[in-house]
């Protein structure tokens, strides 16, 4: 990896940020693309200075051309509440997104790996999910634009592997938290430690009895890193903690965290919110020797910490 030109597409984002620093401290070239939709200059003001590090704002709707060795493919909403501000533009994102990348690394022979999503299995029928498992989606949902856009960039990675032979990588992200998602984001775990900190009620969907397993960021960017470097083998490939909590839990143990006076409340669960997800991750394990380390109370402690700073 030293010495090679990366390009991380959604670099200003909450995982693709953590990316960036670790790349750089390996010694990286990193091209750095962002729209700033959901993204911050913030998140990577600390990179801007150092001489291997570029920002290139630009919309990857739009074709771009660079040289570069590696492409890590990120750039799309991930909150339900931003993919679904903009459907259209959350399908065009991940769709002409991935074309584009794909076109860019055939040019350049570049390898390419591609953010895919846990939401590709859908509602899952199937528990726990491995890779496997063609999933459960509703395909003209509110969540489809998202969830679709995503099983389409997966299709477009495998058709340029077979027709084109670009050097693809393609790993399934369950839900993962930490330190620099933003305080609008809108996923669960940010919005509980945002509404725990200033003693607000905390807002569960439904009754709360569904599921998610909730992976730390050091843990995730490890299994990128893994999976880039990883020789023949393309995957998909699960990444994930296999650990999994009721929604419910979560609030519970955010609300011991913080030491709260936050009362939670119901609020109605939306459509299509699937009702239990946890990874099997046994083909991470196997091809790629990974397994994440962090645990939820660990995790969320660091997380806390981080919303505390911002929030001052
Ligand atoms: P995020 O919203 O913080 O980051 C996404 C980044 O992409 C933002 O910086 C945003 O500005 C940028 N972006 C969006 N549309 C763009 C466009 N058209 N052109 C250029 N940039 C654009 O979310 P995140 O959690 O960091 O997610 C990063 C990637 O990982 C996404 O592809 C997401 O689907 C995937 N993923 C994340 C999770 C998770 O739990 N965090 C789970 C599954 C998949
Ligand atoms: N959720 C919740 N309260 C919130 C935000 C989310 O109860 O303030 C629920 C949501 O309905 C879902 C789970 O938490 O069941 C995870 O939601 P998130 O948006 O974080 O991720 P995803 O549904 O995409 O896994």
Partial sequence: MKGSRVLVT??????????????????????????????????????????SFELIRHDLVEPIFLEVDQIYNLASPASPVHYQ???????????????????????????????STSEIYGNPQEHPQKETYWGHVNPIGLRSCYD?????????????????????????IFNTYGPRMAVSDGRVVSNFIVQA??????????DGSQTRSFCYVSDMIEGWIAMMNCEDFIGPVNLGNPNEFSIKRLAELVIEIT??????????????????????????KEKLSWEPHVNLAEGLEKTVDYFRRVLE
């Fill in 259 to 284: 030491q709260s006076k936050s009362e939670i409340v119901y609020k109605s669960l939306p459509e299509d919110d699937p009702i239990q997800r946890r990874p099997d991750i046994s083909l991470a």
């Fill in 148 to 172: 679709e856009g995503k099983r389409v960039a997966e299709t477009l990675m495998m058709d340029y592997y077979r027709q084109n032979q670009v050097d693809v990588k393609i790993v399934r």
């Fill in 10 to 51: 959604g670099g200003a984002g909450f995982l693709g940020s953590h990316l960036c620093d670790r790349l750089v401290l390996e010694g990286a070239e990193v091209l750095c693309l962002d729209n700033f939709f959901t993204g911050s200059k913030r998140n990577i003001l600390h990179l801007m200075g150092n001489s």
């Fill in 197 to 206: 900190l200033g003693n607000e009620p905390i807002t569960v969907y439904g």
């Fill in 85 to 115: 501000y903009n459907p259209v533009k959350t399908v065009k994102t991940n769709v002409m997104g991935a074309i584009n990348m794909l076109g860019l690394a055939k040019r350049v022979k570049a390898r390419i790996l591609q953010a």
